[in-house]
C-alpha cells in the first residue's frame, strides 16, 4: 500500500519555466512533508519541507504547496535551470507512525536547453 | 557541513555471505538510519536507531540487522546474503529534536551492492 505517490517518473521541462512536481499521500495524520533532490552517484539531499499548519513554503526558487483536503502537495521551481535536473522525492511523516519517513518513488526532472 | 561517509561505492558478495555495511557521520546527530533504494520503489526504510545502542525497525528490516555501539556509526549487517538484496543503501543522520520526522535527514552516497 502506497501512502506516498509521485505519479509522474519523469517530466520534462524547458529552461527558464516552470517545473511543477506532484505528491499525493494517503494517511490523513501525515503532518510534516519533506522534498528531497537526488544526482547520480550521489544521495539524496534535502531541498525544503512544510508543515501540515501551512499551506505554502518557500525558499529561493523553490516553493511547496499543500493542499491538505485534497493529500496533494506540489513543488515548484521557478524559473527552471540545467542544475535542477535530478530526481526529486517526496516525503512524509506522521507521529503515529513512529515518526518514521515514508518516501514516494521519485519523479526524474529533465530540464531542457 | 555535515558529512556522512560509508565506507563502501561498490561491494560485490556472494550468496550466503555476511555482509557489513558501515556508516560514519560527524556531525554528532543522534539519529541515524539505513535506506534500499530500488529501481520503481524509491527509498524504503530498513533500520533507524535515534541513540547509541537503540535500534528501531523500519518497513523492511527482514534479513537484516544493525549495530550502533557509537554514536558516530551506524553498521547495517546482512546476515545471510541473497541475491534479492542486491541494491543501492543510503545511510541517513539527523538531529534530534522534538520529532525524528521533522528533520531534515542528511545522506550519504551510498553503497552499491551486488549478491552474486
Known amino acids: 500500500d502506497q501512502q506516498v505517490k509521485q505519479n509522474s517518473p519523469s517530466l520534462s521541462v524547458q529552461e527558464g519555466r516552470i517545473s511543477i512536481l506532484n505528491c499525493d499521500y494517503t494517511?490523513?495524520?501525515?503532518?510534516?512533508f519533506l522534498w528531497y533532490k537526488k544526482y547520480p552517484a550521489e544521495g539524496p539531499t534535502f531541498l525544503i519541507s512544510i508543515s501540515s499548519i501551512k499551506d505554502k513554503n518557500e525558499d529561493g526558487r523553490f516553493t511547496v504547496f499543500l493542499n491538505k483536503s485534497a493529500k496533494h502537495l506540489s513543488l515548484h521551481i521557478v524559473p527552471s535551470q540545467p542544475g535542477d535536473s535530478a530526481v526529486y522525492f517526496c516525503a512524509a511523516s506522521a507521529s503515529d507512525r513512529d515518526d518514521k519517513i515514508i518516501f514516494g518513488k521519485g519523479t526524474r526532472l529533465h530540464i531542457l536547453p | 557541513d555535515v558529512k556522512v561517509t560509508q565506507s563502501s561505492r561498490y561491494l560485490v558478495k556472494r550468496t550466503g555471505e555476511k555482509v557489513f555495511l558501515e556508516c560514519v557521520q560527524d556531525m554528532d546527530h543522534e539519529n541515524m538510519f539505513w535506506y534500499r533504494q530500488d529501481p520503481g520503489l524509491g527509498l524504503r526504510l530498513i533500520y533507524f536507531s535515534y541513540d547509541v545502542k537503540m535500534k528501531e525497525k523500519g518497513d523492511i528490516p527482514e534479513g537484516y540487522s544493525v549495530s550502533r555501539e557509537k554514536k558516530e556509526r551506524f553498521s547495517l549487517i546482512l546476515e545471510s546474503a541473497s541475491t534479492n538484496q542486491t541494491s543501492m543503501y543510503l545511510c541517513?543522520?539527523?538531529?534530534?529534536?522534538?520529532?525524528?520526522?521533522?528533520?531534515?535527514?542528511?545522506f550519504g552516497d551510498g553503497t552499491r551492492l551486488s549478491i552474486l
Open positions: 494517511n490523513s495524520m501525515f503532518d510534516y
Open positions: 541517513a543522520s539527523s538531529l534530534s529534536e522534538w520529532r525524528i520526522g521533522n528533520q531534515p535527514q542528511h
